[in-house]
Every structure is written in C-alpha cells, then in structure tokens.
C-alpha cells in the first residue's frame, strides 16, 4: 500500500496531458549537444567558484564555534581556509578545463537516453493507470452496509 502512495505523484507528473502521442518523437534542444553551450557552462561556473572562494564565511565559522565574531573573523574568506594557495585561481580553472569533456560527454549521453526515458515513464504511466483502476475498484462505497 506504501508503493502505491509513493507512486501517486509519479501517475499524476505522467498524466496524458503531459503525455506526447505514441507517434511523437521526443524532441531534444540543441543547447544540450551543442559544444558552445558547455564552454558557457564552464566559463560560468569558473566565474562562480572566484566568487565563492571571496566569500566570507568567517563570521559563520565564529557563530558554529558558539562565540562572537572578532574582525579577522569577519575578513576570513572560504579562499583562506582553503589554505592561501597562490595558484589555487589557476588550479580551480583547470579542474573546470578538465570537466568540460566530461559534461559535454554527460549532455551527449543523457541527449541520446532522452527518448528512452520518456517512453518509459509514458508505459509506467499506463501500468499505474490500470493498477489505479483496480486498486480503487475493490474500495467500499460510502453507502455500503457495515456488518
């Protein structure tokens, strides 16, 4: 009975009206293989972990450690506990360098999966439907005698 309440969202997400016709074919933008889009998403993302790493995070640490923050607490940044690295800018650029590869292989994969996932959810939509159907078939009515 437990599977059956977990489930109810997914019947509801996969009701026909989100549905597309079995003759359909999926449609995958051309933002997830296209190559420019992950070299966006890495120039960003090194333009995020710059700003993270100018964060201030001493006033948070002093408030985990339960005392008030002194000032060189409120001028620690997460770039000085991540322990003053000179080349940690060109470190953290290269690990993004490194990841675009990897994203644009990801983007590609899950491009090509897209249309298998859709119709999966579509079959267990059907299933459910029926399932459902069954399942409230054998419910007693508001009416019916109690022995």
Do not use: H, W
């Not at 201030?56 to 000085?80: N, S, W």
């Not at 506990?81 to 899950?110: F, S």
């Amino acid at each position: 009975m437990r599977a059956f309440y977990a489930l109810l969202p997914l019947a509801v997400l996969a009701s026909p009206a989100l549905a597309s016709p079995a003759d359909e074919e999926v449609r995958i933008p051309t933002e997830l293989t296209d190559p420019a889009m992950a070299a966006t998403l890495s120039k960003m993302l090194g333009s995020l972990t710059k700003a993270m790493m100018d964060m201030p995070i001493g006033e948070v640490q002093a408030a985990v450690a339960g005392r008030e923050p002194t000032g060189a607490d409120k001028a620690r940044t997460l770039r000085d506990v991540a322990g003053g690295d000179a080349n940690l800018d060109r470190k953290v650029e290269r690990q993004v360098a490194e990841a675009v590869p990897r994203m644009q292989a990801g983007l590609k994969a899950m491009s090509k999966s897209l249309p298998a996932i859709a119709r999966a959810v579509e079959e267990a939509a059907a299933g459910m439907e029926d399932n459902i159907d069954r399942a409230t078939a054998n419910l007693p009515q508001p009416g019916y005698p109690k022995r």
